[in-house]
């Protein structure tokens, strides 16, 4: 029996089967599929093969999962050189940031646009708590929405507390699945509760002493959209630590260097100070925005070289 899966807890999953019908999921053994060393076989969004265990408890086993479309993923926590699958099989990625309480840096947004880049989901940025914002945020949010709007980023501002400008995001998500990211702290439950009243997710302030958001989400989650589309909640992120990355691939992931990497006198230029280099010339001729090349620079002194 084919089912999607809506929920992971690390060893039982919530699936849903082609009938609508809810179950509770487990594999039997380990489970390894193409070689991915991931630390999580099974992940939200999945299309999985079950086999029914107990129709009145409503459990099953999860036999196999079918091929992925895509899927996006992240460094471990725990283990340095795995994946840790966020989601797959998706239409795009939304990341929530925020400019205020907390600040989202934009080092961590173009290490998410860049894993979403790496397994090709478009993605979409929006800034909450504008309710918070003065001219000085809603300065550097014109800058922003201006420099990731001119490489192809759909670009939203709202306050999930006002319910301002959520109707536009709801417009984005509408018929498609979509991940959504974010730090904690930056209102991912808060929107979701204003998408689905019914829901009633639990949201924390942000912690006064670091700035920093709470953890609330504990474990990634779909939901169905009302009208079509799903959402899938993830928790929140402290860093988003890319995986399976080498050097010389990066400039690939943004877009405004990927359509210039053709010029650059060097098939294995890094984009540092090589001669002839397309990059360089494009960021001093101010056609690539600084700041996105300080944040590529970031990136590549961040990846390692992995051990083995």
């Known amino acids: 029996m084919k089912a999607l899966v809506y929920k992971s ?3 039982w999953y919530i699936l849903k089967d082609e009938s609508g019908k809810f179950w509770n999921g487990r594999t039997k053994g380990a489970m390894k599929l ?4 991931s630390t999580n076989p099974v992940a939200v969004g999945d299309w999985a093969e079950m086999e029914i265990e107990d129709e009145t408890a409503g459990t099953a086993i999860i036999s196999d999962i079918h091929d992925r479309r895509n899927y996006i993923n992240r460094q471990s926590p725990r283990h340095k050189f795995q994946h840790h699958i966020v989601a797959s ?12 309480e907390p600040k989202t840096s934009q080092g961590f947004i173009d290490r998410f646009l860049v ?8 993605s979409v940025i929006v800034f909450n708590k504008s309710d918070l914002y003065k001219s000085k945020e809603l300065e550097k949010f014109a800058q922003w929405k201006e420099m990731y709007e001119a490489v192809g980023y759909k670009v939203l501002l709202m306050s999930a507390e006002k319910k301002e400008g959520v109707e536009e995001v709801i417009e984005v998500l509408r018929h498609k699945t979509t991940l959504v990211s974010g730090h904690s702290g930056v209102g991912k439950s808060s ?9 009633n997710l639990k949201t924390q302030d942000v912690s006064g002493w670091s700035g920093k958001g709470q953890h609330t989400t504990t474990f990634a989650e779909m939901y169905d959209l009302p009208g079509g589309g799903k959402i899938i909640d993830t928790p929140g992120m402290r860093e988003f630590g890319l995986v399976d990355i ?10 405004e260097m990927r359509d210039r990497l053709n010029g650059c006198q060097f098939n294995n230029c890094l984009h540092y100070n090589e001669p002839g280099c397309a990059i360089k010339e494009a960021v001093n001729n101010q056609e690539i925005h600084e700041d996105r090349y300080i944040s ?9 070289e992995k051990s083995y």
């Open 9 to 11: 807890t690390g060893s």
């Open 34 to 37: 193409d070689d991915i060393t």
């Open 89 to 100: 099989n998706l239409d795009q990625s939304m990341l929530v940031a925020t400019l205020k």
């Open 115 to 122: 894993a979403s880049e790496m397994y090709h989901v478009p």
């Open 191 to 199: 929107l979701l509760n204003v998408i689905f009243p019914a829901i």
């Open 246 to 255: 080498e050097k010389q691939e990066v400039s690939h992931y943004f877009p």
């Open 296 to 304: 590529y620079l970031g990136i590549m002194e961040s990846i390692e």
